[in-house]
């Protein structure tokens, strides 16, 4: 995971290197590009998604 180049007024959890996390994967509302959401994370707005790049897959669960 990239958790670098933090932005100077971002304001909320940030992702720790080497920690595995729940997420949901959405695509951008403009852009259509997939974007992280971390499951029990805290941003204040316009941020709270992160893009995908900075993150590795380690596995899928799908829930009926």
Do not use: C, K
Not at 31 to 38: D, M, R
Not at 39 to 51: D, K, W
Not at 59 to 64: E, F, G
């Amino acid at each position: 995971m990239n958790n670098s180049q933090r932005p100077a007024d971002y304001v909320g959890d940030w992702p720790e290197a080497g920690r595995v996390y729940s997420v949901r994967v959405l695509p951008h509302a403009r852009t259509g590009q997939p974007q992280v959401h971390i499951l029990g994370f805290y941003a204040e707005r316009p941020y709270g998604a992160f893009a995908a790049h900075r993150f590795e897959q380690v596995a899928d669960v799908w829930l009926n």
